[in-house]
């Protein structure tokens, strides 16, 4: 028999995944009105709320992710740093290695670049490159490769 707190995990979970993919379509469209930037950014921080009842360090720190990829492309390059920082610690102290490692730092370098540093953004590209050439799915690899490329030079 299941009770009102298995209800509400259930709802967790449903609105957390649901949240993150539709912040998802929004992070890919080519062009967003202020409105979507606003939906983009609502959607993701609540997503990562939801993930925060109920999920793993895993699922949480994504969502930490996904709030600093949408602050970055916001141009709110502090605030963005504080979430993908939070990421790499969890990434650090769980010794995380190859994809995940390597995206912990991707959002580092991004928000780093969103902040205006040329030298964070740098060494955390070698740093995501490093630990993505570990990984042993090409897959992976590919997904993280493409995020990597999409990293905008200081000041773009």
Wanted: no cysteine; proline share 3%; charged share 25%.
């Amino acid at each position: 028999m299941t009770g009102p707190a298995d209800d509400a995990a259930a709802w967790h979970r449903r609105f957390g995944a649901e949240l993150f993919n539709s912040t998802w379509d929004l992070i890919e469209q080519a062009e967003r009105s202020a409105d979507d930037e606003a939906a983009m950014l609502l959607a993701a921080m609540a997503s990562r709320w939801h993930w925060s009842q109920v999920g793993t360090a895993e699922q949480v720190a994504t969502g930490d992710w996904q709030v600093a990829h949408v602050f970055s492309l916001l141009g709110y390059g502090d605030v963005a740093l504080r979430f993908a920082r939070r990421v790499l610690q969890v990434a650090e102290t769980d010794g995380w290695d190859g994809w995940r490692l390597a995206s912990a730092h991707e959002g580092v370098a991004r928000a780093s670049a969103a902040a205006g540093d040329e030298a964070g953004r740098d060494s955390h590209v070698a740093a995501a490159e490093a630990a993505l050439a570990r990984e042993p799915d090409e897959e992976e690899r590919a997904v993280i490769a493409s995020q990597l490329a999409s990293i905008p030079p200081v000041g773009a």
